[in-house]
Structures are given as structure tokens and as C-alpha cells.
């Protein structure tokens, strides 16, 4: 048997001949990372039942088509705690802001940057998303001082890409990067196609490495410890119950 879940209207395929390994997923295996939609809530349910600690992590959520037999959407899923603090001048964003003012930020929950099906990098995010203050020797700055520095709202984003650092020892991993913006989400938007648009550049402030879960090496019990030969398995939100269509379970060759 081979699992295949068939490509339609150009939906990518799952094919276990892509896979190294030696074992088949079973209907059980694969509700056992199942969920009912791709939403972070649904996704990190997912992944607390597979021992995750709610540390920065992100997931593949797959949601099939309504016989289970073919993908419909794929979304990339950031979740977890991430405790990036960064401090810079505001300076870098704001040119009249004085040499000694600094913009102090904080992303404390990944589950901020929330990424469109098939997207690598997230919508904007508004500054309510995330701590930012402004200070000035030690001072926090009020609403009066930010608009004499011409301090305004900022946006930010975060941008995955595949690590260097994957294999089936190893797990997937991702390569975060956030960028800031010196206007609002709104803003961005309205401003221009241009700005609008995933590819306008924004400033960098921090990035860091995180794992796709599930992952094989971690969790020695998923899939019953199968040899998949995949490093790590989606979330999968079926399109109907598994009972009523297996799906890739009992797929044709």
C-alpha cells in the first residue's frame, strides 16, 4: 500500500514513495495527529498530546479535501513562547527620534504572527500584538514626548525559511526572522501595492531557530515509533470523520 494523497487543481501530493522508510502509517497514526481545523488553538492541542512544553515551535496544519484523499490547504502554524527581548535606538526607525532614545521590544508568544495558507511569512501585526516601549535615560517616554521624537505605531512580521540544520536525526527546523516597521499594520497596507505586499523590506530586530512538530526524533511513540522516514508529520484536519473516508489510510497505488 502506498499512501498518495492525489493532487487536484494543483494541491501538492503526499506520496510515501517520497519517503525513506520502511513502515506505513495506519488510520490510528494518523488521527493521533488529527484535529478538527488548522487554527493555533486546534494545533497546539495537537502538539501538548505529543509532550510538546509550549517552547517557540512551529506546524505544518494540512487540512484534505472531503473524501480525505487530497490536500486543500497547508498553513504554517508558529506557536510557543519565545522570549526575545530586543532594545535599539528609535532612531533607526524614526529619524528625528534623539540619539538616546530607545525602542525596547518584546515577542513573547509566537502565536502572534499569524501566517495565510501556503504563506512562509506572516500578516502584519499590529503594535497592540506585542511589548514596545520607548525610553529615554531610563524614563519611560508618555504620548507627548513620542510625537515630539516623531514616534509613531509600528507593524511587525516574522519570515520562515528552512534551516541548514534538518535531517531525520535532527528534525525540521525554521529559521525565524522578525521585522519592524516604522507605521501602522493599517498603514502598510493602505500606503501602496508596494507596502502591502510580504516582500516590502522591513528592519530586522531579531531572529532565532525553531523545530517542526511533530518530529519523529522526539517523540519516539508517534506514529507507534514507525519507520516513516520522515522527520516530522503535519497536523491534519480531515474533511470528514476518518470512519466515513480513510483517505491516504487505504489509498490506491
Known amino acids: 500500500m502506498v499512501t498518495d494523497w492525489t493532487a487536484s487543481a494543483g494541491m501538492p501530493v503526499i506520496d510515501r514513495q517520497l519517503f525513506t522508510g520502511r513502515d506505513e502509517p495506519t488510520e490510528t497514526d494518523w488521527i493521533s495527529v488529527s484535529a478538527p481545523d ?3 488553538r486546534a494545533v497546539a492541542a495537537v502538539l501538548e498530546r505529543h509532550g510538546w512544553e509550549r517552547k517557540g515551535a512551529a506546524a505544518i496544519g494540512l487540512k ?4 480525505n484523499t487530497a490536500v486543500s490547504s497547508a498553513r504554517l502554524v508558529l506557536l510557543g513562547s519565545w522570549d526575545k527581548k530586543i532594545q535599539m535606538q528609535a532612531k533607526k526607525l524614526f529619524q ?3 540619539e538616546d532614545v530607545l525602542l525596547e521590544i518584546e515577542f513573547s508568544d509566537m502565536g502572534i504572527f499569524r501566517c495565510k495558507d501556503g504563506d512562509m511569512w506572516s500578516q502584519y501585526v499590529p503594535q497592540a500584538g506585542f511589548k514596545c516601549n520607548y525610553t529615554r535615560g531610563g524614563k519611560v517616554l508618555d504620548e507627548d514626548e513620542k510625537t515630539e521624537q ?4 509600528l507593524a511587525a512580521r516574522a519570515v520562515a525559511h528552512l534551516s541548514k540544520d534538518c535531517g531525520l536525526k535532527w528534525g525540521i527546523w525554521l529559521n525565524v526572522t522578525v521585522l519592524v516597521f516604522p507605521l ?9 501595492e508596494d507596502t502591502a505586499n510580504p ?3 522591513g528592519i530586522k ?3 532565532g531557530q525553531i523545530p517542526i512538530l511533530p518530529a519523529m526524533g522526539r517523540d519516539k511513540k508517534l506514529f507507534g515509533g514507525k519507520d516513516w522516514g ?3 508529520t503535519p497536523v491534519v484536519a480531515p474533511g470528514v470523520p476518518w470512519e466515513a473516508a480513510p483517505g491516504p489510510v487505504k489509498g490506491k497505488k
Open 38 to 40: 488548522t487554527s493555533n
Open 64 to 67: 484534505l479535501s472531503p473524501d
Open 96 to 98: 528625528r527620534a534623539a
Open 150 to 153: 516623531g514616534i509613531q505605531e
Open 184 to 192: 501602522s499594520d493599517e498603514a502598510m497596507k493602505a500606503l501602496s
Open 199 to 201: 516582500a516590502w523590506r
Open 205 to 207: 530586530i531579531t531572529e
Open 230 to 232: 520522515c522527520p516530522a
